[in-house]
Nanobody, 117 residues
Framework: QVHLVESGGGLVQAGGSLRLSCAAS????????MGWYRQAPGKQRELVAA???????NYADSVKGRFTISRDNAKNTVYLQMNSLKPEDTAIYYC???????????WGQGTQVTVSS
């Protein structure tokens, strides 16, 4: 069992920054991909950014150049640095871990990010 806990969400003005963290605990395998997803009211959950255990990253087009995903494997923690935030970034942000061997998915409980105009 893997337990994911997100933190760092909050209310920020447009143009501001936030840093999200997701700490993983439990039965963590070394080969995993960590990702940040978000879900705005009335919309489907979407990928924001992901990073493999080797450090390869990919981003949604809407956040490229503004968001940076990183991870500390020693701490089993993944981060999402969000700069130049826009009102359309407002959503609940979820952390996800994917075991690349078994394809098992684990999700965090989510953290609210609200960007005011």
């Amino acid at each position: 069992q893997v337990h994911l806990v997100e933190s760092g969400g909050g209310l920020v003005q447009a143009g501001g920054s936030l840093r999200l963290s997701c700490a993983a605990s439990g039965s963590i395998v070394s080969m995993n991909t960590m990702g940040w997803y978000r879900q705005a009211p009335g919309k489907q959950r979407e990928l924001v950014a992901a990073i493999t255990s080797g450090g390869n990253t990919n981003y949604a087009d809407s956040v490229k150049g503004r968001f940076t995903i990183s991870r500390d494997n020693a701490k089993n923690t993944v981060y999402l640095q969000m700069n130049s935030l826009k009102p359309e970034d407002t959503a609940i942000y979820y952390c996800r871990m994917r075991d690349v061997t078994t394809e098992t998915l684990n999700w965090g409980q989510g953290t609210q990010v609200t960007v005011s105009s």
